[in-house]
């Protein structure tokens, strides 16, 4: 079955660094795949979306690499505030039967430190 | 607009009770979905539904049911509820077309 590993420790940064999280996954390669945040007692929030055809997305100061051969993503937030500490959670596409299912990553934990 | 709710937002029940959580969108959203979320383990599928009367099992169904007369309910019961299933339960729905599912803010479920 489709696994995803996300680093389960906290990543603790400075403000202004660069944050790089990492999500893997075994198996097939999903058609696409998607990053939500997580602020505590709150239900995921959509951020990104990048496609098996694409090799990078971005948003604002959020960028996303999929790299399908490696069988990775990776999540970076540029110029990072306090306020972008939250849990960030990777999803893959699953999809069966015609419906579009998600698999979700256990998340990562960023605290971006003043 | 509300967007998509949850009901209760916290509950606390005993082993073997029946219990039922809510979820209401107001968006008209064909599919719903019903995830429940403990520490390690992430966000883990338990039914979901592509339109009103059609729903089909997720990751983890063993010990709920659901059920979606009108599109834009999509109510999750435990029947006899176990104390392995104290979670916190998030429902979410997406319309067809596109792939971004919405979540609601999420049930905190403890069973006694």
């Known amino acids: 079955s489709q696994k995803i590993e996300q680093n389960s420790e906290a990543l603790n940064i400075q403000e202004g660094k660069t944050a790089t999280l990492t999500c893997n996954y075994t198996n097939y390669s999903p058609a696409y795949l998607q990053w939500y945040r997580q602020d505590p007692g709150r239900g995921p929030v959509f951020l990104l979306l990048?496609?098996?055809?694409?090799k990078e997305k971005r948003k604002e100061r959020l960028k996303v690499t999929f790299d399908t051969t490696l069988k990775q993503s990776l999540f970076h937030i540029t110029a990072s505030q306090p306020a972008d500490s939250a849990t960030y959670l990777c999803?893959?596409?699953?999809?069966?039967?015609?419906?579009?299912?998600?698999?979700f990553g256990a998340g990562t934990r960023l605290a971006v430190h003043p | 607009d509300a967007g998509i709710t949850q009901s209760p937002r916290y509950k606390i029940t005993e082993t073997g009770r029946q219990v039922t959580l809510m979820c209401h969108q107001t968006?008209?959203?064909?599919?719903m979905f019903w995830y429940r979320q403990d520490l390690g383990h992430g966000l883990r599928l338990i039914y979901y539904s592509a339109a009103a009367d059609i729903t089909d099992k997720g990751e983890v169904p063993d010990g709920y049911v659901v059920s979606r007369s009108k599109t834009e309910n999509f109510p999750l019961t435990l029947e006899s509820a176990t104390r392995s299933q104290t979670s916190v339960y998030f429902c979410a729905s997406r319309t067809s077309g596109t792939d971004t599912q919405y979540f609601g803010p999420g049930t905190r479920l403890t069973v006694l």
């Open positions: 990048i496609r098996e055809n694409e």
């Open positions: 999803a893959l596409d699953m999809s069966s039967g015609g419906y579009n299912k998600l698999i």
């Open positions: 968006w008209s959203h064909s599919y």
